[in-house]
């Protein structure tokens, strides 16, 4: 199976400030390649799909990038909600899988 | 809009077997397929099997393979995940997710599985 290794586990960033997280796929995965944002006690929300491409009510500050088998979701200036975990999700073969999720906190 | 309203949650035995129900609305419930997902206490999201609406065709993460069926009902837009000989390390928050074949894009609210004796 493709296996799907997000860095870092927890990235500490202050409100305002840019936030770079990578996923990397142990093999090409194309652009299929989605991203999704988790907060406490609530269910994942689609954030990205193909690679780079906002879901519907994504706001521009997050940007994905990235094909094969690095990608990299980008949030341009933190704001006070998006302090979550992000999860990659590889849906190019099967079975499909995710990454283990990055933990974006306050500094 | 979208819609995807689970079952309540369920405490089971170990060895038990517990069905989970999706109910779709807001959409053409044949036009898409439905994703499974499970997170455990304080862990991950896990890939668990997918199911075409259309017709019928599944895959399933080798973990579960063999312990797990996912069917759909298109008369009442309603997708199942059934899961047998169930174990302590299957306790989790079990998701539908509408889609699969491409990204998976709108989620339940999740049922909690608990198995304990």
């Known amino acids: 199976e493709v296996v799907m290794t997000q860095s870092p586990a927890t990235l500490s960033v202050s409100p305002g400030e840019r936030a770079t997280l990578s996923c990397r796929a142990s093999?090409?995965?194309?652009?299929?390649l989605a991203w999704y944002q988790q907060k406490p006690g609530r269910a994942p929300r689609l954030l990205i799909y193909?690679?780079?491409t906002r879901a519907t009510g994504i706001p521009a500050r997050f940007s994905g990038s990235g094909s094969g088998t690095e990608f990299t979701l980008t949030i341009s200036s933190l704001q006070s909600e998006d302090f979550a975990a992000y999860y990659c999700?590889?849906?190019?073969?099967?079975?499909?899988?995710f990454g283990q999720g990055t933990k974006v906190e306050i500094k | 809009q979208v819609q995807l309203v689970q079952s309540g949650a369920e405490v089971k035995k170990p060895g038990a077997s517990v069905k989970v129900s999706c109910k779709a609305s807001?959409?053409?419930?044949?036009?898409?397929?439905i994703t499974w997902v499970r997170q455990g206490p304080g862990q991950g999201l896990e890939w668990i099997g997918w199911?075409?609406?259309?017709?019928?065709?599944?895959k399933y993460a080798q973990k579960v393979q063999g312990r797990v069926t996912l069917t759909t009902d298109t008369s009442t837009s309603t997708a199942y995940m059934e899961l047998r000989s169930l174990r302590s390390d299957d306790t989790a928050l079990y998701y539908c997710?509408?889609?699969?074949?491409?990204?998976?894009?709108?989620w339940g609210q999740g049922t909690l599985v608990t198995v304990s004796s």
């Open positions: 997710v509408r889609g699969g074949g491409l990204a998976p894009d709108y």
């Open positions: 807001g959409y053409t419930f044949n036009s898409y397929s």
């Open positions: 199911i075409s609406v259309h017709n019928g065709n599944t």
């Open positions: 093999q090409s995965i194309t652009s299929n």
């Open positions: 193909g690679a780079s």
């Open positions: 999700h590889q849906y190019n073969k099967w079975p499909r899988t």
